[in-house]
């Protein structure tokens, strides 16, 4: 079967560094996407990685490893407005999105 | 409009009756998608059309029909709701199959009583 794997929770503190695994199996591998959810809103799209290694976008980078099937989603100077759940979703063989159960991240002062 | 809106925002719906959630796209995007979200089970797929005229079942079709008679219109219809059917349901989007983010909707609401 298919499976992505993420933490259910995680919390840090404002101003840290925060660093969100997704491991996966799938048949295939056409891409890896994190999204972010703020509580009863859609997700809106963070990144996206197909090639091995990091994306960096501001704040937010992405890494990915296919040999390995894992990918992180790394955050920086962290603010209270980034409490929100993260999703991890793999595009598998046929280019369907195989989504991941998401981590809720909290933010503490 | 602008990316994707969906209606209603929210229901309140009696098991056994038919509910279309709308769903409507001004992007010229080729391929739409319904979600459903449960606390703790992330998004499941429900019906996915690639392209205006095609539709096909994701992973949780039953109960649940879809049509795409133009680009920008994917309604998704509950024939005789169930209790099992109350969740958060997302309509989205994307240009391509490779590279293209979804562009989610606001998402609909539905408790069936």
């Known amino acids: ?109 | 409009i602008a990316g994707i809106t969906q209606a209603p925002t929210s229901q309140i719906l009696a098991a056994g009756r038919r509910m279309t959630l709308r769903c409507t796209q001004d992007m010229r995007h080729n391929a739409m998608y319904w979600y459903r979200q449960d606390l703790g089970l992330g998004l499941r797929l429900i019906h996915y059309s690639n392209t205006a005229g095609t539709t096909g079942k994701g992973e949780v079709p039953d109960g649940y029909s879809v049509s795409r008679a133009n680009t920008d219109d994917f309604p998704l219809t509950l024939a005789s709701a169930v209790p099992s059917q109350t969740s958060v349901y997302f309509c989205a989007s994307s240009d391509s199959q490779t590279g293209g983010g979804y562009t989610f909707g606001s998402g609909t609401r539905l408790t069936v009583v």
């Open chain 1, 1 to 109: 079967g298919q499976n992505i794997d993420q933490p259910t929770e995680m919390t840090a503190t404002e101003g840290a560094i925060v660093q969100i695994n997704c491991t996966y199996q799938t048949s295939g591998f056409n891409g890896l996407f994190w999204y972010q959810q703020h509580a009863g809103e859609a997700p809106t799209f963070l990144s996206y990685n197909v090639l091995d290694g990091l994306e960096e976008k501001g704040r937010f980078s992405s890494f990915l490893s296919r040999s390995k099937g894992y990918s992180y989603l790394l955050l920086k100077e962290l603010q209270m407005k980034d409490s929100a759940s993260y999703l991890c979703a793999v595009v598998d063989s046929n280019y369907q999105l195989i989504w991941g159960a998401g981590t809720k991240l909290i933010i503490k002062p």
